[in-house]
């Protein structure tokens, strides 16, 4: 029996989130606008439940007991494009960064017991932040091709009335 008081997401954890395939969504003919504006609505939808979960799994643990005791925590950072990244910072919020993390490993007074736990904690961090950016990115892509996919609707749009109404002055009788 494992005396680890940090529990790392398993895959029963990422069951939902995988059945969304997102990926999938990716490598599809898009016929339009509303086809990259539903991708990117899924991108964004995924990005948020990975969030939700870390905050849920990942930031319950590592903000109880005995992690709690120490003058490093995982906390949320929100960024200025909105989505959410863990980070490891001072309670005092003074410092903030993953070199906290690695002096808390070399630390002699950070118990020997919670190595492996931090290692596990560290490594879900990462795995989400960079899952949370790829979401996040392929979410924005989407959204700018939705609007380039507008423009050229629009290009089309307005060259096809263009020549709709020079037919239509052409076909007049003279008078």
Not at 24 to 29: I, R
Not at 74 to 94: E, P
Not at 123 to 128: D, N, W
Request: charged share 25%; proline share 3%.
């Amino acid at each position: 029996m494992s005396d680890r008081r940090f529990h790392p997401l398993q895959r029963e954890d990422f069951t939902r989130l995988e059945h969304a395939a997102y990926l999938k969504g990716l490598l599809k003919p898009f016929k339009g606008k509303g086809d990259f504006d539903d991708w990117a609505n899924q991108c964004f939808a995924l990005r948020d439940e990975m969030i939700g979960m870390a905050q849920r799994r990942v930031l319950e643990q590592a903000g109880g007991y005995p992690f709690n005791l120490l003058d490093v925590e995982l906390a949320q950072q929100i960024t200025g494009a909105g989505t959410v990244f863990l980070r490891w910072r001072k309670h005092d919020r003074s410092v903030m960064g993953v070199a906290l993390w690695q002096e808390l490993m070399a630390s002699t007074s950070t118990p020997v017991n919670l190595l492996e736990d931090f290692l596990a904690i560290e490594q879900a961090r990462i795995t989400i932040n960079m899952q949370v950016s790829l979401l996040h990115t392929l979410g924005r892509q989407a959204r700018d091709c939705a609007n380039k996919m507008l423009q050229a609707e629009d290009a089309y749009l307005r060259r096809m009335t263009e020549i709709a109404i020079s037919s239509s002055r052409r076909q007049r009788p003279l008078p």
